[in-house]
């Protein structure tokens, strides 16, 4: 999903100017110099006698100990291996999809039924399956509806839908059950023998139908334009819950801002509709020649060759029924997608339709191709979002992993930006950079939670902010910076980092502030990545760690820890402070020059962190004849407390000192990182 919120200018933390009062620890100056070779000596009896504050005798100094504590589980087990990788026991079940659906735009119904065949790959027999009937929220009393707030909020949606369920079946081998459980958006299936663990396999079926919602929480829905109307359809059948080795079945209802989590499997889907429809959906059209004209088949010919956007339906065709396939009554559109959590289609009489071929790293090819009404189109607007889309799509599957799918569909419709595997439904008026951030970002989402499928319910911060992170290197590139990327002015958010309201990142979606779902969810853990890479481990030891989680996890379930593990291990860092610090927390960074003294020549930098997460310190040292000198100095400092002298040994006089120097950090308190010897203290911008 896209952020409501960009970040703007209204974040901006103004720090007043300040005057640092120094705390002066060392009276140095006043020290006459012995011998160089002493001084390592020398100085630490200096910090012993000085640095010790009086305290009462029956306190302790807490020491930063906890800070650089592990946390949470490390040590990894058969599942999960404390490298960050599947254990040698590693599982997960499967469920693939057989559906036939209608569409009926009159009504404006889908009526379906569907088979599920699923494969039960744990250690355990299994006596039921949980399912999700997401459109089950869009009932008045459903879960969902009774926790939105009477104004609304961006995850109101209608509530006269809900599904009807027929005909349900449930075999494991010649047995077969009826008995279910529908609980709000939740349905349990009984069998009558349990389905074997370690392979056993199931199938579920039932015949199904609802109203579709015009608002379906953003996610979903219909907008009416002028051709027609554009029917969205993502959560339309029944799907089965994940059951896995951290919390058995995850049954987290379908309230509002928590997305979805799902198994890999294949779907084979079949979507009837109106014969003047353009269906366009997840996965690969299996009946071009029964659904499409010649005309039709010819120019997607073209476009599978084409670099740059051949039309499939061009804007003065919409309405001419010349165009298609036949003249009257439905067409069966026939689609196939392996290895995917999901499938969505759009469909709509309305649709200029458009498409270009999207070049692999492998060589293989893959299709862009965009729908969206004559509203949406223009030179600025959605006809460029077949340019947008492919060159999305090639920046990924460069730099992190191939696109694995045949299709990627970007769809204009009554949504702000919501992502499937393969086809995105993104906002109708988007328009200029914010079509292409959407577009990108709905895209990228292939990768994270697509690819790897992680559990977006409780852990927004997996696929929400991972995406964002890499979007930020896809919109710097993409045709030589035309956008503007935001993601590394850090110091702009420093405002919500104070903020009392902040919540942390590992807060789940539905219990998070929604005002806070923008920084906890997307910008915030991309720019702990950003800081990763650029601040702590550099971006060589990074992008291998990342490439590899991407690679070692790609089609399955990593938690939390398992990415943690994963980075440590390729990285060969022990990451712990940050996680705890910026993942698991809402404390903040702040580190300061306390003060600078010139030592026999020479000059000490007296540092402090201030801040809650310690950081590996940048500054950079300008001297009297102009040259400058760049310090770096390792997390560790901090690890025996929250001060820290450095000696810059030099024959020069020193003008300046200051911290961070590129700007990286979104340090909270700019007025205490830079010291100048002519006293005045200018703030860091
Ligand atoms: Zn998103």
């Known amino acids: 999903m896209i952020d409501s919120k960009i970040l703007s200018g209204n974040n901006i933390h103004h720090v007043k100017f300040a005057v640092i009062n120094l705390m002066r620890l060392f009276k140095l100056a006043k020290i006459k110099r012995k011998n160089m070779t002493h001084f390592p000596k020398f100085l630490f009896v200096l910090a012993v006698l000085f640095c010790i504050p009086q305290v009462k005798a029956q306190e302790v100094n807490p020491n930063n100990q906890d800070v650089f504590n592990e946390f949470t589980y490390r040590q990894g087990n058969s599942y999960r291996s404390a490298s960050g990788k599947p254990g040698p026991d590693y599982w997960q079940n499967a469920a693939d999809y057989v559906i036939e659906a209608t569409l009926n735009d009159v009504e404006h119904t889908i009526t379906g039924k569907i088979t599920v065949t699923y494969t039960n790959n744990s250690p355990e027999d299994l006596d039921f399956i949980w399912m999700y009937l997401e459109q089950n929220r869009f009932k008045a009393d459903s879960r969902g509806s009774l926790t939105t707030p009477i104004q609304g909020n961006r995850y109101a949606g209608d509530v006269e839908g809900g599904y009807t369920i027929a005909n349900l079946k449930a075999t494991v081998k010649k047995g077969t059950s009826t008995r279910h459980i529908i609980d709000d958006t939740r349905m349990q299936v009984f069998f009558d023998e349990p389905i074997p663990a370690k392979g056993g396999k199931a199938t579920v079926s039932m015949d199904f139908n609802y109203k579709i919602p015009v608002e379906g929480m953003d996610r979903m829905g219909r907008l009416d334009v002028a051709e027609g109307t554009i029917y969205a359809m993502a959560q339309w059948f029944p799907q089965v819950a994940v059951f896995d080795d951290v919390v058995g079945w995850n049954i987290e209802p379908y309230l509002g801002a928590g997305e979805f989590y799902y198994d890999y499997g294949n779907f084979d889907y079949k979507i009837t509709v109106p014969y003047d429809h353009i269906v366009v959906a997840s996965g690969e059209l299996q009946n071009p020649n029964q659904v499409l004209s010649k005309t039709m088949r010819e120019r997607m010919d073209r476009a599978a060759k084409s670099d740059t956007t051949v039309y499939i339906v061009r804007p003065e065709e919409v309405t001419n029924k010349s165009i298609r396939a036949k003249q009257n009554g439905t067409l069966t559109w026939h689609f196939k997608i392996e290895n995917a959590r999901d499938v969505a289609f759009g469909s709509s009489k309305a649709f200029i339709w458009d498409a270009s071929r999207i070049n692999l790293p492998s060589g293989k090819k893959a299709m862009a191709q965009s729908a969206y009404p ?276 030099t024959t020069k006089q020193l003008q300046k000192v200051e911290l961070d120097p590129e700007k990286v950090l979104p340090d909270v308190d700019l007025a205490n990182d830079v010291w100048n010897a002519s006293g005045s203290q200018d703030q860091g911008k």
């Open 374 to 649: 004559k509203e949406s189109a223009g030179p600025d607007a959605w006809d460029r979002s077949t340019e947008y889309s492919k060159a999305s799509v090639e920046h990924y599957s460069e730099r992190w992993f191939e696109y694995p799918y045949p299709v990627a569909v970007n769809v204009a419709a009554d949504i702000g930006g919501m992502e499937y595997p393969g086809l995105n439904f993104c906002g109708w008026k988007a328009k200029g950079a914010s079509l292409w951030g959407v577009t990108d970002h709905e895209f990228g989402h292939n990768w994270f939670p697509m690819i790897v499928g992680t559990n977006e319910r409780r852990y927004a911060w997996m696929d929400e902010g991972f995406n964002t992170f890499i979007n930020h290197y896809s919109t710097l590139e993409f045709n030589n910076g035309e956008y503007p990327s935001r993601l590394n002015r850090m110091r702009d958010a420093t405002g919500w980092f104070v903020n009392p309201n902040r919540e942390s990142i590992d807060t789940y979606p539905d219990v998070a502030n929604l005002q806070n779902l923008g920084m906890i969810a997307y910008y915030k853990p991309a720019m702990g990545l950003l800081l990763l890479r650029e601040y702590i481990l550099g971006e060589e030891r990074f992008d291998n760690a990342f490439k590899s989680y991407i690679e070692t996890w790609a089609y399955k379930h990593p938690q939390p820890n398992d990415f943690f593990n994963h980075m440590e291990n390729v990285a060969g860092e022990n990451l712990a402070w940050f996680w705890k610090g910026w993942f698991y927390g809402t404390g903040n960074i702040d580190i300061a020059i306390n003060e600078v003294q010139s030592y026999q020549g020479d000059f000490i930098v007296s540092i402090r962190n201030r801040g809650e997460i310690p950081m590996p310190v940048v500054m950079r040292a300008t001297f009297n004849d102009g040259t400058t000198k760049d310090i770096k100095l390792p997390v560790e400092i901090w690890q025996r407390g929250n001060t820290w002298n450095h000696l810059i040994r």
